[in-house]
């Protein structure tokens, strides 16, 4: 039997949503910065706070969450100052499992006027007893990086960040960068 729920509206800045079925809950969180003012750097510790405040309402642990996809107004201007914070948020979860989870960057702004920085993320959590594990894909190419869940005999593989672009001086077309990131989506997964 499959459960699905709902929590939050779509003005809300945190809204959650979670699947029941078989071993486990998989969650998914959308948030937003709380207020629509200040600079990236405020917005951004807002996302998190508000994104680890959900987690803890739900019975999620960092170490359940398995991607996340970050939406900047302006990534080449805010980039770092949300690495340092994501970095700093995560240090603990580093310690403990040895990696944070498969992360995507995105240079699209925030649907709401006034927010720069918005965050989604995919938390897998056990169910009656039942066992995940959860491991870091190494040896990941530039921003790439990757998860690996395993639960019911089966792996599930995250690839997020992967892309066709080559040297920073070299003109790819569309057809070249894709054919690039399936290449290197499949030396990935080997």
């Known amino acids: 039997m499959v459960k699905v729920l709902r929590e939050g509206r779509l003005s809300d800045s945190v809204q959650v949503s979670s699947v029941e079925a078989a071993d486990v809950r998989e969650y998914f969180f959308c948030v937003r910065p ?43 201007r805010q980039f770092r100052i949300l690495e340092e914070i994501r970095s700093e948020v995560y240090r603990q979860t580093v310690e403990e499992t040895g990696c944070t989870p498969a992360t995507t960057f995105l240079h699209q702004p925030p649907c709401y006027p006034g927010r720069l920085c918005e965050l989604q993320a995919f938390a897998v959590v056990p169910t009656d007893g039942a066992t995940v594990e959860t ?56």
């Open 34 to 76: 709380a207020a629509d003012v200040g600079d990236v750097e405020t917005q951004a510790r807002s996302i998190y706070e508000s994104l680890f405040a959900a987690m803890d309402a739900n019975g999620v642990e960092p170490k359940d969450l398995v991607t996340e996809k970050i939406f900047f107004s302006d990534v080449d």
């Open 135 to 190: 491991r870091c894909a190494d040896d990941m190419p530039g921003l790439a990086s990757g998860k690996v869940v395993s639960y019911d005999g089966l792996e599930h593989i995250y690839l997020l960040n992967l892309t066709g672009n080559g040297a920073p001086d070299a003109a790819l077309g569309l057809e070249d960068q894709a054919e690039k990131m399936f290449e290197r989506a499949d030396a990935c997964l080997e």
